[in-house]
């Protein structure tokens, strides 16, 4: 029997729990067989967001489902350049460049994000506030 999940809702996965927020991976190699990207959907509550980072030798693409925030992704020479993003807004992160994501809104912001290659998202393990929520009930 195929182990290929095509379809899937992030409330069907494990959830990377951080004190920022919430990454449910509902693309990735562990979850359906997705080899060359990931990707899931980030819950950022008001206010919250995360911290300058990058993803060394994987690219970055962040689709604002819904709420308001600040984007930061730093040029080719390291500086940084600050959006304001809103519903709609797709925001490409190159390979390896820093990024930060900030909720300014008045309520929760949704994000759907895609790593190229797949794999950057497991160094989220590696973080203090790291979490595993799991999913219910759980999957097959």
Not at 11 to 39: H, I, M, Q, Y
Not at 66 to 71: F, L, P
Request: proline fraction near 8%; aromatic fraction near 10%.
């Amino acid at each position: 029997m195929s182990q290929e999940r095509n379809f899937v809702y992030a409330e069907e996965v494990d959830v990377f729990a951080f004190d920022w927020g919430k990454l449910a991976l509902t693309v990735a190699p562990e979850v359906n067989g997705a080899e060359r990207f990931s990707g899931g959907v980030v819950d950022l509550q008001e206010g919250q967001g995360h911290e300058r980072h990058n993803h060394p030798g994987a690219e970055e693409i962040i689709f604002v489902i819904s709420g308001t925030g600040e984007q930061m992704v730093e040029d080719e020479n390291g500086n940084p350049v600050v959006h304001q993003v809103r519903p709609g807004c797709t925001v490409y992160v190159p390979e390896s460049r820093f990024h930060s994501t900030l909720n300014t809104g008045s309520g929760p912001m949704q994000l759907f994000v895609v790593y190229s290659p797949a794999g950057p998202e497991q160094a989220l393990r590696d973080l203090p506030d790291f979490r595993l929520e799991k999913a219910w009930p759980p999957r097959a």
